[in-house]
């Protein structure tokens, strides 16, 4: 039984250079949500869906982030242009609304702006 | 402004001794905190929760406990082996929220052979 899977799971561009990460999401979660992990910061959620659709936006640090969910086993997270300070390892995570509390989360993409 | 603290950054322990880690909310909707456990190159991954309408929850060596007047949960390993050294995250939600869990930064556990 599959978890949540991201790819890619490493990421090294250089500063200016548009970054998608990718995730597929638990077959039958329906909500779906997006972290950044720093050292300074710690586990920031930056976004979340329900049904695909985006409820909560406002862990988006600024307009270069951008994330869609197409459709239920699909979601992007877009930065562009990205920038050193962008480093980070991002996680997305998914749960069944209403049937708990609990988050699974994927492996996480490491990703590296020089 | 951080709702959810974990002002401790590491924690090390000896083996076979207790590991008790500390986690400060802010938010008084809170009512539903949860720990998650963190190895290297991996994604975070539940470990324990409680409600508040508890004050203790266990599974197995893992305790969880919650004092609600003063905003403040623990959770307690006992004994601590060398493989629960991990980054732990406390978080909390609360009813209504729609799934959105608040995270603390972690702390960096290490339990010593």
């Known amino acids: 039984d599959a978890g949540v899977i991201q790819s890619p799971r490493h990421e090294v561009t250089e500063m200016g250079q548009e970054v998608t990460l990718r995730c597929k999401p638990i077959?039958?979660?329906?909500?779906l949500f997006w972290y950044r992990q720093t050292m300074m910061r710690g586990l920031e959620l930056l976004i979340y869906?329900?049904?695909?659709?985006?409820?909560?936006d406002s862990g988006m640090p600024e307009d270069r982030f951008s994330a869609k969910m197409p459709n239920a086993s699909f979601s992007t997270l877009k930065i562009q242009p990205s920038e050193p300070r962008d480093s980070a390892v991002y996680f997305c995570?998914?749960?069944?609304?209403?049937?708990?509390?609990?988050?699974?989360f994927g492996p996480g993409t490491r990703l590296t702006v020089l | 402004d951080q709702q959810v603290k974990q002002n401790s950054p590491s924690l090390s322990v000896q083996e076979g001794r207790i590991s008790i880690l500390n986690c400060d909310y802010t938010?008084?909707?809170?009512?539903?905190f949860l720990w998650y456990k963190k190895y290297p190159a991996e994604g975070p991954t539940f470990l324990i929760s409680?409600?508040?309408?508890?004050d203790k929850n266990e599974d197995g060596r893992f305790t969880v406990f919650l004092n609600k007047s003063a905003k403040h949960l623990s959770l307690h390993i006992v004994p601590s082996q060398p493989g629960d050294s991990a980054v732990y995250f406390c978080a909390a939600t609360y009813t209504g929220a729609n799934s959105k869990l608040t995270f603390g930064k972690g702390i960096t556990l290490s339990v010593r052979p």
């Open positions: 077959s039958g979660h329906n909500s």
């Open positions: 869906f329900n049904n695909n659709v985006p409820i909560d």
């Open positions: 995570a998914s749960t069944l609304a209403g049937g708990g509390w609990w988050q699974f």
């Open positions: 409680i409600s508040s309408i508890k």
């Open positions: 938010n008084s909707m809170f009512d539903y």
